[in-house]
């Protein structure tokens, strides 16, 4: 597996990751940090089996442990 990362800008980032074999894929997608919590992370699959396979996604993750009062985080943070 190999996975590189590229800064674009301060909240931006391109990804291209790569796993051999019939059963796994190619993925590339960019990163945009939307605000302090939020993420959009467009991308795309390709497929090694043949035939290729191109399979889209979008992860939009959401960090609500910022959200939380400072004297209602976790100890382990």
Do not use: W
């Not at 940090?33 to 089996?49: A, C, F, G, H, M």
Request: charged share 20%; with cysteine; hydrophobic share 40%.
């Amino acid at each position: 597996m190999a996975l590189f990362l590229f800064a674009l800008a301060p909240r931006e980032r391109a990804h291209i990751d790569f796993q051999s074999s019939s059963g796994n894929a190619v993925s590339i997608g960019l990163a945009c940090n939307l605000t302090r919590d939020l993420q959009l992370s467009p991308s795309r699959y390709i497929t090694d089996d043949t035939p290729h396979h191109v399979l889209g996604y979008v992860l939009v993750p959401l960090h609500l442990s910022h959200l939380a009062a400072e004297d209602e985080r976790p100890l382990n943070k």
